[in-house]
């Protein structure tokens, strides 16, 4: 059964900062999804990462996949307010996605 | 209309009453879903239509009864609800999946926020 992994579930940080956020996943898949979610609004696709070595980057945002690690990173870089939000990442399976539990992101002025 | 959008944006029910969530998508796919987002827990899948056929149905009470009539158009149907079914119900869709182990990138509506009295 395929299982995905974020940590942390909660960050807080400092406008200006550096911080990761890790997605780790159970069974071998090739492609991988980063959504946002804003408090009371639905989920917005961030990235698709289609195969291993893939990096996209967007703003401050840059995510990328290790498929032989099973493993996604999604770095924020000198965070601002308006990236908080929480973010999840998906691996896809038969006939879905299975979800990580979110990375809640607080990022103070 | 683009996208995918549901009806109502929010609905406030009684545990008797009967009701209806509606999603439409204008993306040309043919995969839908229902997820449940309650307070402080994960995105809860509920079912799957993989053009115009369930392909998933996880261990969702008989109170919720999906339809699919056309790959357009998906609803929930609610009926005798418990105030812990409120939550934030979103509708997805997709490609669809016609490869086993294969899934595809999913756009969500706006979501419908549901509280049960």
């Known amino acids: 059964e395929l299982k995905v992994e974020q940590n942390p579930l909660f960050l807080s940080m400092q406008e200006g900062k550096n911080y990761t956020i890790y997605c780790n996943y159970s069974?071998?898949?090739?492609?991988l999804y980063w959504y946002r979610q804003d408090p009371g609004k639905s989920l917005e696709s961030l990235f698709v990462l289609l195969s291993n070595g893939a990096v996209k980057q967007e703003g401050r945002l840059m995510a990328s996949l290790d498929t032989k690690a099973r493993l996604s990173t999604l770095h924020i870089t000198a965070a601002v307010h308006d990236l908080s939000a929480t973010y999840f990442c998906a691996v896809p399976t038969n006939y879905q996605l299975i979800w990580g539990a979110g990375t809640k992101l607080i990022i103070k002025p | 209309e683009t996208g995918v959008t549901q009806t109502p944006r929010h609905l406030v029910m009684g545990m008797t009453n009967k009701k209806s969530l509606k999603c439409e998508q204008h993306l040309g796919h043919n995969a839908m879903y229902w997820y449940k987002q309650s307070a402080k827990k994960p995105l809860e899948l509920m079912f799957v239509y993989n053009f115009k056929e369930q392909t998933e149905n996880n261990s969702v009470p008989s109170r919720f009864s999906p339809e699919c009539p056309n790959s357009s158009h998906l609803f929930l149907h609610l009926h005798t609800l418990q105030p812990e079914d409120s939550a934030l119900y979103l509708c997805?869709?997709?490609?669809?999946?016609?490869?086993?182990?294969?899934?595809?990138?999913?756009?969500f509506g706006p979501g419908t926020r549901l509280t049960v009295t």
């Open positions: 069974t071998t898949s090739d492609r």
């Open positions: 997805a869709s997709s490609q669809a999946s016609v490869e086993y182990g294969r899934s595809y990138e999913q756009y």
